[in-house]
């Protein structure tokens, strides 16, 4: 297989050799107006030779002559490979490989080529690849990720609302444990759902935009589920991850809570109150359940188990994301949504509601293996993120 770093780095003499020289493929076709020209574009007009030869305002005068039929080839549709990151068992960090001829994915009718330009690392990503999940999970080999943001390059013929060129985000796996995909966003290229995606908020760089989709939609459709509405009172444990964050922000901006508090390790009790924290608790110190204070809804982002059953008012919620619930608390796992990240744009846009990206990254796409392991330490504060997919 030919790798595809060397299949870029040719790629933009390659077609010149093919055809006997740029200048002789214009040349010819110039005297033949009925032959349909095909032109790889996108790497001729970078080609230090091809500007060198003059030949830039030749094909420029081409392009607007309506007697020659030219189809522009765009330079994605002949990459057939490309790099990303695999695992081909299940394991520990160490089973994480990074390939560069791994198989640009087909795009079904509802689907979208994305070009992704950054991802971003959830806990279910190395849980997963622990084969924790095994029983329901996609057999590997597989290409981790769930959070992507990036440029359409390519679309389904079923695909309405989208187009080449649209900046987009979102979670791409529907079910994030029934049978996911096998190949994720921790690649140059990967094949979404329509309906999963979103346009990227115009004011978020592409870092930001991956660094959101899973934990905002499990974030906000926690809250629904519990019945969460304004004037209610909330308590967030782990306040400080990449879920928890978001509960404290849509608590207050999106449903109008009338007291957030969450709990967080010491040094991170200012940033929970910058978050919109009314009471920010230190786990190490404080033990949450006993104090006097229940609350209307307690989200359960790190599995606290029987303690969060304890912390609510009676005829309260409580909503569990991992670990197991205790009655009258309920676990569910997110059903990705693309509509979900429009009703929350203006949100986003106006900077009401931001992302939390850990201070350690981004991470490059060559230290994949170091971010997950970096996650694993449970030591996040916000989101790991993976940025630039391709420098």
Same mark, same amino acid.
């Given at each position: ?183 994720? !966003?921790?690649?140059?290229? =990967? *094949?979404?759902?329509?309906? &999963?995606?979103? $346009? /990227?908020?115009?004011?978020? +760089?592409? #870092? ?49 809570? !009338?007291?957030?508090?969450? =709990? *967080?390790?010491?040094?991170? &009790?200012?940033? $929970? /109150?910058?978050?919109?924290? +009314?009471? #920010? ?111």
């Amino acid at each position: 297989m030919v790798a595809s770093k060397r299949w870029r780095r040719e790629a933009a003499t390659e077609p010149f050799r093919t055809y006997g020289g740029a200048f002789w493929i214009i040349q010819q076709n110039l005297s033949k107006p009925t032959r349909q020209i095909h032109l790889l574009t996108e790497v001729f007009q970078k080609d230090w030779w091809f500007h060198r030869l003059g030949l830039s305002e030749v094909l420029n005068s081409m392009l607007n002559n309506s007697e020659y039929n030219i189809k522009i080839i765009p330079t994605f549709e002949l990459i057939k490979e490309s790099n990303a990151w695999i695992y081909n068992e299940y394991g520990g960090v160490e089973v994480l490989k990074f390939e560069s001829d791994v198989a640009v994915p087909e795009v079904k009718d509802d689907q979208v080529l994305i070009k992704v330009a950054a991802a971003a690392l959830n806990p279910v990503d190395f849980k997963r690849r622990l084969g924790k999940f095994k029983t329901i999970d996609s057999s590997p080999p597989t290409v981790p990720g769930y959070d992507v943001a990036g440029v359409v390059v390519k679309v389904g013929s079923q695909v309405k609302g989208l187009k080449k060129g649209d900046e987009v985000y979102g979670d791409i796996n529907e079910k994030a444990l029934e049978q996911p995909k096998r190949f994720g !966003s921790l690649a140059e290229y =990967t *094949a979404v759902e329509e309906r &999963l995606l979103a $346009l /990227k908020p115009k004011n978020l +760089d592409f #870092a930001q935009a991956a660094s959101l989709p899973l934990a905002i939609e499990t974030a906000y459709e926690g809250l629904e589920r519990a019945g969460f509405s304004a004037g209610k009172s909330i308590l967030v444990l782990g306040g400080a991850g990449g879920v928890g964050t978001h509960v404290i922000q849509l608590a207050k901006q999106v449903f109008g809570a !009338s007291k957030i508090a969450a =709990t *967080a390790s010491t040094g991170k &009790l200012e940033f $929970l /109150k910058s978050l919109g924290a +009314d009471l #920010a608790i230190d786990y190490t110190k404080v033990n949450f359940e006993d104090l006097p204070e229940k609350f209307d809804v307690v989200y359960d982002a790190v599995g606290e188990g029987d303690r969060a059953v304890k912390a609510v008012k009676e005829g309260g919620s409580v909503v569990y994301i991992t670990g197991a619930a205790t009655p009258p608390g309920f676990f569910f796992v997110l059903t990705s949504n693309g509509e979900v990240l429009k009703k929350l744009s203006p949100f986003l846009e106006s900077g009401k509601v931001k992302p939390v990206l850990d201070p350690k990254g981004p991470f490059p796409f060559d230290k994949v293996n170091e971010a997950f392991a970096y996650l694993e330490t449970n030591r996040a504060t916000g989101k790991v993120v993976i940025f630039p997919i391709n420098p």
